[in-house]
């Protein structure tokens, strides 16, 4: 079934992808100043390059096997839908390609960044925001490519003549939920592999240049230094934008899914069709005024921190004003039933996430009074500024929660109409909202892909010598990136909860699939068969006995939240470990190639890169098969309540530890950030020290651990949808 409104996806897919093209070749027009600036450019960029082409050979190996199981699944065991190898091989093969495109942009405009900030600091700042913009319009536009591509072959393929009108739409939907799998997996690359590798170097290179040598921050003797600097990429340039691929893309299709069940009272196919398209089209129109908030995005030459921070957020606030408004008109010209309430729905999620972000930023941004106290307990050494910065992380996770509550609650009864028994129209609310706090993707990933892009300059002008008012310009900048990168993550996880939480309520719905292919036709509910097109979330968690009075629920709920737990600690450890040997290489540079603190001699920065990318790979093999593995093996021993359960348990869990982490983390890093600016004592100084410290001890908690756990909650989720044949035929208990 198609609609000429339907074109309206892939036309802002082509707008997106034309954008970032044009904002490619723009930057490329600059100027990477004189010989030295390109010299370490290069240098970032083959380093970035040959880690890209290693992850991509695992990744590759990696995606071969499971294609081959999935495939014995559907065509052997008739387990799947026959589409779903091929959709979790083009979902995977878009993620990868989009962070290839955004980390090769942002290796490119590093020093383009750091060059034009020697004219102007507004200059700087239109470079590496706009080059960050080509991440944010690559991701929305390759996802709306590939929905709106499977949408076309998927509603040619799937048969007409089917039991029940709604089961043709679901089948589109919840088989097209398949390439989210795919984006999921390679995001667990992305994102675990490259916060373990930027921590790896970045710790490498602090407690060894910094705290040891007592050289600056990315000074060109620090062996380390290019490794850091591939690092940031790596890590928030391909890590964020894969996070973020998947969150946006599996809130889109999860909230179709939602929408064909919601409706499936209705005799009318069209009603459905509408429900499914909604989302879709929500996300469509966001990206378009994405684009117009960046080009709002400019700064003054006297700016701090704050007028910095205010020219992104306008930028920001206009999208999600023009998003809201249309998103109202484009459901009634859709023709949605309750439009007005379905669209207050995007008004929430955006508000949800407009308050994720301000909170993020109060408790993480050095113009605030948590990180100026946390940098001011660094006067009694490094023991109270962990302390406190701990303290700060765990307060700071109560506003978050009360946000993702507060809006599941509004968007629940603005969809059901106030009716809390209501749960399929609730839920398909809450899905809403996901793809409203998404819908200016475009723009809101930009600001995060900003943060490495500043942060490489300030390197690049630190190792070029350029001259203390550079400095000063791309340390504003690189301050600025921070904050952003901070929010960013903030803004990741909430985005992860409420997508999480719509992949929970699509489970139930790939599970109603599941029957129907094993040849069920109605679900008991005590003495009442009802067929299972007709059943509603309640009959189903009846049928499966899922409430708190239930073992199966329980054992399950326990597992998820220690999923969050275990993953984080070997993540940590990862980082450890892998940072030790980055030590231990630094050390033996500085001991054994004479001339490189004197600067007569270059260190051997490959060989660092290449340590950092061996030790990130080989750590990360123990923390993905366990979040692959334990929702299938739960799938089998517990069936479908220990699924629900683990799932549950996960999120909870999952959701409010990575805001622990990420702002703890950033606090850290920017209460450093305050110091060397001049307070308390400045660089040097006894504070600094335990500032350092600090900062090493949160590097690991918001690059690595903390943001990985996006991942480990929507790929649980993911892995129990696409395992749910399997679910459904071995369950042993």
């Not at 010299?39 to 190996?61: C, D, E, F, T």
């Not at 592999?193 to 060894?208: E, F, N, P, S």
């Not at 110091?675 to 690595?704: C, M, R, Y």
Request: some cysteine; charged content about 10%; overall charge neutral.
């Amino acid at each position: 079934m198609l609609t000429p409104i339907f074109w309206i996806i892939p036309i802002s897919a082509i707008v997106a992808l034309s954008f970032a093209g044009l904002f490619y070749y723009k930057m490329k027009q600059f100027s990477e100043g004189t010989d030295r600036m390109k010299a370490i450019a290069l240098y970032v960029r083959k380093g970035a390059m040959s880690y890209l082409k290693q992850q991509y050979k695992v990744v590759g190996i990696v995606f071969l096997c499971m294609v081959c199981l999935f495939s014995i699944m559907a065509y052997g065991f008739d387990l799947q839908n026959p589409w779903v190898p091929i959709a979790f091989l083009s979902g995977g093969f878009f993620s990868a390609l989009a962070g290839f495109l955004g980390m090769k942009t942002a290796t490119y405009a590093s020093a383009r960044t750091a060059n034009a900030a020697i004219t102007s600091l507004n200059k700087g700042l239109q470079i590496a925001f706009r080059s960050g913009a080509v991440m944010g319009l690559v991701v929305v536009g390759l996802v709306l490519v590939d929905i709106s591509v499977w949408y076309l072959i998927l509603n040619y393929f799937t048969p007409i003549d089917v039991a029940h009108p709604t089961q043709r739409l679901m089948l589109i939907t919840t088989t097209m939920l398949t390439f989210v799998m795919g984006a999921s997996t390679q995001a667990l690359f992305a994102r675990v592999v490259g916060g373990i590798y930027t921590k790896a170097a970045d710790v490498g290179a602090d407690l060894v240049g910094k705290v040891e040598a007592g050289i600056p921050e990315d000074d060109p003797r620090n062996p380390a230094t290019i490794a850091d600097n591939v690092g940031d990429n790596v890590g928030d340039v391909a890590g964020m934008g894969a996070d973020l691929y998947e969150s946006y893309a599996g809130a889109i299709l999860a909230t179709a899914a939602l929408g064909a069940s919601a409706f499936a009272h209705s005799e009318n196919v069209m009603v459905q069709y509408k429900a499914v398209l909604a989302p879709m089209l929500i996300a469509a129109v966001g990206v378009v005024l994405s684009i117009i908030g960046i080009f709002v995005v400019r700064s003054t030459e006297k700016a701090d921190i704050k007028e910095l921070m205010n020219s992104l957020n306008r930028g920001i606030h206009l999208s999600s004003l023009l998003t809201a408004f249309f998103s109202f008109l484009i459901l009634w010209l859709l023709g949605v039933e309750n439009y007005h309430l379905i669209a207050s729905c995007v008004v929430v999620g955006l508000l949800v996430g407009t308050v994720i972000g301000k909170s993020t930023e109060y408790y993480t941004s050095s113009s605030y009074c948590p990180t100026q106290q946390l940098a001011q307990s660094g006067t009694t050494g490094p023991a109270t500024l962990i302390i406190n910065g701990i303290g700060t992380g765990m307060i700071s996770t109560a506003i978050p929660v009360l946000a993702v509550v507060t809006g599941i609650i509004a968007s629940f009864l603005f969809a059901s109409g106030g009716d809390f028994s209501n749960t399929s129209m609730g839920l398909y609310g809450i899905g809403i909202a996901a793809v409203g706090m998404l819908s200016t993707l475009g723009i809101t990933l930009a600001t995060d892909a900003y943060g490495p892009i500043a942060d490489n300059a300030g390197g690049n002008a630190e190792m070029a010598g350029l001259g203390a008012e550079v400095r000063k310009r791309t340390d504003a900048l690189d301050a600025l990136g921070n904050t952003t990168a901070a929010t960013g993550k903030g803004f990741a996880i909430g985005s992860a909860a409420l997508t999480a939480l719509a992949l929970l309520a699509s489970y139930v719905e790939e599970i109603k699939i599941g029957m129907v292919r094993m040849g069920e036709t109605v679900v008991h509910v005590g003495n009442t068969d009802i067929p299972i097109y007709n059943a509603n979330f309640s009959n189903f968690m009846d049928y499966y006995a899922v409430n708190l009075m239930n073992p199966k629920v329980l054992c399950g709920v326990f597992l998820g939240s220690m999923m969050a737990f275990l993953f984080c600690g070997l993540t940590m450890n990862a980082v450890g470990r892998a940072a030790a040997q980055m030590v231990a290489e630094v050390r033996r540079q500085f001991r054994t190639i004479k001339g490189i603190l004197e600067g007569t001699a270059t260190p051997d920065y490959e060989r660092c890169v290449a340590i950092a990318t061996r030790g990130a790979q080989r750590e990360m093999i123990w923390p993905s098969l366990l979040a692959i593995i334990m929702p299938v093996l739960v799938g089998v021993v517990l069936g479908v309540p220990g699924v629900l359960g683990l799932l549950t348990g996960g999120l909870a869990s999952g959701f409010i530890l990575a805001v622990f982490m990420a702002n703890a983390g950033g606090a850290w890093d920017n209460a450093k950030k305050f110091i060397e600016e001049g307070n308390l004592g400045g660089k040097g100084s006894d504070v600094h020290k335990a500032a350092v410290t600090g900062d090493t001890v949160g590097d690991p908690f918001k690059d690595t651990s903390g943001p990985s756990l996006n991942i480990l909650i929507k790929l649980m989720s993911m892995v129990s949808i696409i395992m749910a044949g399997l679910t459904l035929s071995f369950t042993l208990l």
